[in-house]
């Protein structure tokens, strides 16, 4: 067999080139497996029964790994997004963190707290003071967090400072990275309530109690603002939809996906229900109208992006789907999670080999995992 062939071929000089070929080969993916294999002993280690579930588990960790450029956390590699994004980076390094590889995380802060996009600056804001949130909930490390105070001190100030339109709300910011359109933004007045909510509590773990009541006090008026304009902007008719944009600028969606805008009110309805803002009956009203409108396939957040050579008019989008199953488990629905859970291993990765990407189609691909060419078409 090719495997004893070697041994031999080792005794035998001139190797044939094929085998010398072999050889390297052997060697490199020998190399590969003991360095990652050294990654994945490094942090938590969990095993459950089901063999796939392990291997999904094991690969996403090191695909992150993989990602990191020096140190920062990119998004993709090899293309266009092939760079830092802030909320997408910041959730990768909050898998970091939760899996026991809080040196990394550390490493990937700064770069996050420094990064900047211009006409998103209130969402940025409102990821960076959660993920310092979220990092000092884990290592409990006061020394970083100090160590980071001028870049939270700015973020901070931002955030209390810039609540000035008639509502005590941002002003206008894009609709999200894609759409360039100015909204009075739920999504990022909910994120940098959630923001400053949390970081008050790391305040006071830092003894800077004064601060923390300060920036609790500005959170509770600044939630009380938010939850009087969703209810200044929501439909009778459809009392589950909380629209995004703000100030009776945005009109429910009858099928979520038939249109772009659709799509990505999807996409951004999910981090509102991540920031915990929404009182009852109101998340569930907006939890049962993302189930009922189509806003779902085996449990993964749906889109509709257009069809290009990579993806197709039906697609799921499950990396948005996160806060939709945290939330899910938060409320104590396992069914509903499960559902998603699994239908992210039947169809949101590479067929056994676990690869996640942002998006995915529903519909057939040829064997390589792309459209096929008679139907690559624009729309």
Excluded at 61 to 68: A, K
Excluded at 201 to 209: D, I, K, S, W
Excluded at 294 to 309: D, E, H, I, N, Q
């Amino acid at each position: 067999n090719r495997d004893s062939a070697l041994v031999l071929a080792i005794a035998t000089k001139p190797l044939p080139a094929d085998l010398v070929l072999d050889l390297n080969y052997a060697t490199q993916r020998a190399a590969c497996v003991a360095q990652w294999q050294q990654l994945l002993d490094r942090g938590m280690q969990v095993t459950v029964p089901e063999a796939r579930v392990n291997h999904a588990a094991r690969h996403l960790l090191i695909q992150n790994h993989t990602l990191i450029k020096g140190d920062r956390m990119h998004y993709s590699a090899g293309n266009q997004y092939d760079q830092l994004y802030e909320a997408e980076g910041s959730d990768a390094m909050l898998a970091m963190l939760a899996w026991g590889y809080p040196a990394d995380a550390r490493r990937l802060t700064a770069p996050l707290l420094d990064f900047t996009r211009k006409g998103l600056e209130f969402h940025q804001a409102g990821h960076k003071l959660q993920l310092l949130a979220h990092l000092h909930a884990f290592t409990h490390d006061e020394a970083f967090l100090r160590e980071m105070r001028p870049r939270w001190a700015k973020e901070i100030q931002l955030i209390v400072n810039s609540r000035t339109n008639a509502e005590g709300l941002f002003p206008r910011e894009q609709y999200c990275g894609d759409i360039a359109t100015p909204v009075f933004s739920l999504n990022s007045n909910a994120k940098a309530w959630r923001a400053l909510h949390d970081f008050s509590a790391t305040l006071t773990a830092l003894g800077e109690r004064d601060e923390a009541l300060r920036l609790a006090k500005v959170a509770g008026e600044f939630k009380q603002n938010i939850l009087a304009a969703i209810a200044k902007s929501t439909r009778a008719a459809q009392p589950g939809f909380v629209p995004i944009a703000l100030s009776g600028e945005e009109e429910p969606y009858d099928v979520i996906t038939a249109t772009k805008m659709g799509s990505y009110w999807n996409l951004m309805a999910n981090y509102v229900l991540g920031s915990g803002i929404l009182p009852e009956p109101r998340e569930r009203g907006l939890l049962e109208y993302l189930q009922q409108h189509g806003g779902l396939a085996l449990g993964m957040t749906r889109s509709r992006p257009g069809v290009s050579f990579w993806t197709g008019p039906h697609s799921a989008n499950p990396l948005y789907g996160t806060r939709y199953v945290l939330t899910l488990l938060r409320r104590d629905e396992p069914d509903r999670a499960l559902v998603s859970f699994y239908g992210m291993l039947a169809q949101g990765f590479t067929r056994d080999t676990f690869i996640a990407g942002e998006g995915s189609s529903l519909t057939p691909l040829d064997a390589r995992g792309r459209r096929p060419v008679a139907h690559s078409t624009t729309g």
